[in-house]
């Protein structure tokens, strides 16, 4: 079973030596983990309210209004990386099986595995 849950967040970033990306700039991301796994006794892969908490605690709350080339493994904050990244930060605290992050409403980056 597949479960995901969408987050959101506003940050700034540049990407060195990028001829359009390599001022500073911000944007507004849409973060969407996905979750796989077994149903549980109580009906559900992961409870919603728990993905969002855990979320939040490792990725949102360091990420919303910041600069994410200052955040520690961000220095390049391509979306490539800013879904690693994610990754990185929770694997081992969910059934992670996805990390989907839009930088834009018609551009994304995506982490399957």
Request: with cysteine.
């Amino acid at each position: 079973m597949i479960v995901a849950k969408d987050f959101y967040f506003e940050a700034a970033h540049f990407i060195p030596n990028h001829d359009k990306c390599g001022q500073m700039h911000g944007h507004s991301y849409k973060l969407r983990i996905i979750c796989e796994g077994h149903v549980n006794a109580n009906g559900m892969v992961i409870d919603f309210s728990e993905l969002k908490h855990i979320v939040n605690i490792y990725v949102v709350n360091l990420l919303d209004h910041k600069c994410l080339n200052e955040i520690q493994g961000l220095e390049l904050p391509t979306a490539e990386n800013i879904c690693e990244w994610v990754k990185d930060r929770l694997a081992g605290r969910i059934p992670l099986k996805g990390v989907r992050l839009w930088e834009t409403k018609d551009s994304y980056a995506e982490l399957k595995y």
